[in-house]
């Protein structure tokens, strides 16, 4: 057995990506949206939208999970935390939590480990198995 470090590394980004980020979508098909649309009302946008995190914090991260459309599951993480960031987190940008750690890290991580998906691909331990242009 030939071990692919490249493709190993695609599969513990996929994995670490997708797993830390699917219990947040989860958790907000469990409990609604309202913290969303709060969000989204107090910026000027249409609550609709909100609808968008079941997109990019629960069918992106299953696409990045199997390996299956992955560059489009992490093109879709990148953008929802890039959104994140942008409209929940903007306050935080410059500070830092109290272990001194930048505040928004999470966020950064996810919108990294999306991005890096997006480049880099599923890689041979998925379903597609880096078969297509989008896996």
Do not use: C
């Amino acid at each position: 057995m030939s071990f692919h470090t490249d493709d190993i590394a695609k599969l513990l980004v996929r994995l670490s990506t997708g797993f830390v980020l699917l219990p947040y979508g989860l958790d907000y098909a469990k409990d609604g949206l309202d913290f969303i649309y709060n969000q989204l009302q107090a910026n000027g946008l249409p609550t609709f939208l909100g609808y968008g995190v079941f997109i990019g914090e629960i069918l992106a991260p299953i696409l990045v999970l199997i390996g299956w459309q992955s560059r489009i599951g992490g093109l879709l993480i990148a953008i929802n935390m890039l959104v994140s960031i942008l409209l929940v987190h903007r306050a935080q940008i410059f500070e830092y939590n109290e272990f001194g750690g930048w505040a928004i890290a999470l966020n950064v991580m996810l919108l990294m480990g999306g991005a890096a998906v997006f480049f880099g691909g599923s890689g041979r331990y998925s379903v597609s198995r880096g078969a297509g242009k989008w896996d």
